[in-house]
């Protein structure tokens, strides 16, 4: 791990990424009744609000839209990612490298690993250069830990989304983004066993204001970092005033009931 004081991903010690990289993973359904963020420029607009500390895309959005947002967007670069056409076991494929990444000027490198899957290993080697050279170019990392598999009979348990986070400290990322292991208290048990990796909740689903908002609360209340985020925020009819409520959830140390 590095130290992140000074890294603009970073504010009063907590995260918040916009995450956008839905285009890949699950394609234009993911759009269906906005259609009209189909359009990159609408997330990338949101991801000049103040909330957000990181915006994560792939090579494709980075290299097309970045360049008018530089001054504005701390860029999170996505490196790796696979379609959900694929039927088999889930694997994430590089498309683009760290050196490249940083040509493009960008704040910070994403890479996702599913453990438990045939390709683990695999996995687990492909992210040692992306791990290394990030830290030749003194880049944070965050690392998508998504355990699945058949030895996985339950992705979201205490034990499993432990691991996922543990994962992360042991590899080498700075950050690790888990599913929520469905209560308060094996989310909490999930931060202990990161030490001092940086989780982060995924957003996940959209869910109803409140819903999204308490769940929310209740991670920052056990430790968590911060959250990665896309779907809760994007798929609203207005994503902004989400995104002035996590602000002061996140940041300011409000309640669900506070911003509601």
Avoid at 82 to 103: K, Q
Avoid at 150 to 160: G, L, M, N, T
Wanted: hydrophobic share 40%; charged share 25%; proline share 5%.
């Amino acid at each position: 791990m590095r130290p992140l004081g000074d890294s603009p991903l970073v504010r009063n010690d907590k995260t918040l990424v916009l995450a956008h990289d839905h285009g890949v993973e699950h394609g234009p359904k993911q759009f269906a009744g906005v259609e009209e963020r189909l359009d990159p420029n609408t997330i990338f607009e949101m991801a000049t609000h103040d909330a957000v500390t990181a915006l994560a895309v792939g090579k494709g959005l980075t290299e097309t839209y970045y360049p008018s947002y530089k001054d504005d967007v701390n860029l999170l670069a996505k490196l790796n990612g696979g379609s959900d056409l694929w039927m088999g076991d889930p694997y994430s494929a590089h498309n683009w490298t760290v050196d490249y990444a940083a040509e493009l000027d960008v704040d910070a490198i994403g890479y996702t690993i599913y453990p438990g899957v045939n390709k683990e290993p695999e996995m687990f080697e492909d992210f040692r250069p992306v791990q290394e050279s990030a830290r030749d170019h003194d880049l944070p990392i965050a690392l998508w830990a998504y355990p699945r598999g058949q030895a996985v009979k339950e992705h979201r348990s205490k034990e499993i989304i432990a691991y996922a986070a543990r994962l992360g400290l042991e590899l080498g990322s700075d950050f690790t983004k888990v599913k929520y292991p469905r209560s308060k208290e094996n989310m909490e048990y999930a931060v202990k066993s990161a030490a001092d990796n940086r989780v982060l909740l995924s957003g996940g689903s959209k869910a109803s204001d409140r819903e999204f908002l308490e769940l929310v609360e209740d991670c920052m209340d056990v430790g968590v970092a911060g959250l990665a985020v896309g779907r809760n925020v994007w798929q609203r009819e207005n994503p902004y005033e989400m995104l002035d409520m996590l602000e002061a959830v996140v940041f300011e140390g409000a309640s669900a009931d506070d911003v509601l």
